[in-house]
């Protein structure tokens, strides 16, 4: 079998603040939306586009998510692609494409004052991939 990615790194601003909700079995997951602009010029003329994104975040990172972003936070996240059809309340189907984010990074620089990080810090929040301190003296090199 062939490999294959489904791997996605977004930067852009909340669309509306993460609703935090649970599943019947009481895991945690949370939906927003993201906004990313692109610019580029034709013939002189300066074009922009705005691309809609939804996000979905699970466990932990979405309790986090719901706790620290609100709309109009700027933010790095990446995960993967997902799409996702059911039958809708009209019986038509619905289908959704969502990405589903294992990583993000608050990247605004300026802060609310209810956090504890200085002006200008960002914060990463993994879910994955914890990151253990390293000390030099048990390194064999």
Not at 16 to 39: D, H, M, Q, V
Not at 79 to 107: A, F, H, L, P
Request: a negative charge; charged letters at 30%; proline letters at 3%.
């Amino acid at each position: 079998m062939s490999k294959s990615l489904n791997k996605v790194q977004l930067i852009g601003n909340l669309t509306r603040s993460p609703e935090l909700k649970f599943t019947p079995a009481g895991a945690a997951y949370c939906n927003f939306g993201i906004a990313t602009n692109r610019e580029w010029k034709v013939d002189g003329e300066n074009k922009q586009q705005t691309d809609f994104h939804n996000i979905v975040a699970w466990q932990k990172l979405a309790e986090i998510c719901a706790q620290l972003l609100k709309k109009g936070t700027k933010v790095y996240v990446e995960g993967r692609i997902q799409n996702r059809e059911w039958d809708g309340q009209d019986g038509q189907k619905v289908r959704r494409t969502e990405i589903v984010i294992e990583d993000m990074i608050i990247v605004d620089s300026k802060r609310d004052s209810s956090t504890s990080n200085t002006p200008g810090e960002s914060e990463v929040y993994e879910e994955k991939n914890a990151v253990e301190e390293i000390n030099t003296d048990d390194l064999p090199f």
